[in-house]
């Protein structure tokens, strides 16, 4: 493997951009349709307004996601997923696939892990 | 997502699996071909053997790595992966490849991210 491990490099930036308790969610909700800030709250029950406006900031500083303002008002501002968020979700899909996949092999294990 | 966030859960679950320094490394090794102890002791300069041998422990209990004792001597024991170490090494090298293209992003971006 030399003096670069050919996957754990990649694969540790990919979870600072996804890692934490909201953003495999919010990444979720967003490629499913845009929306916005008020419905978003809505979806995590139990995060908090600054914590929401905090990861959605850090999403769209990592090119996640798009933030867009109508300018109207009442204030109308609504995020979308981009095209490099689209493809990390499709990545954390597959490793979600497999967690569920490994819960039921570890309950017909009968581990109690 | 009622009570039930539908990507966190198997996410976490998968993360579980593979978090930490060496098991990614490890999965990509053992999916190349299987391996003796010292061939991985020596892929992976800098973990010592008492942890090598714990991860190999753990990655063997969550079914992702079967350990075949030849019952020669000297002793012949050999590491190969396991379809589901398989299947989550995929998903591994998907969040991966994102994780460089991400990188590559960040780059053209000019952050010092």
Not at 5 to 10: F, K, N, R, S
Not at 53 to 66: K, T, W
Not at 69 to 90: A, M, Q
């Amino acid at each position: 493997m030399s003096s670069k491990e050919p996957d754990d490099c990649g694969f540790n930036a990919a979870l600072q951009a996804i890692g934490g308790k909201w953003k495999p969610s919010l990444l979720w909700a967003l490629h499913l349709r845009p929306h916005r800030f008020a419905e978003l709250r809505r979806l995590l029950p139990g995060i908090s307004e600054k914590v929401l406006a905090q990861q959605l900031r850090r999403m769209e500083a990592d090119g996640l996601v798009n933030r867009h303002d109508y300018g109207e008002v009442p204030p109308r501002v609504e995020y979308s997923i981009t095209p490099l968020g689209l493809s990390l979700n499709d990545a954390v899909t597959a490793m979600s696939k497999w967690g569920k996949q490994h819960e039921s092999w570890k309950a017909r294990q009968g581990a109690p892990v």
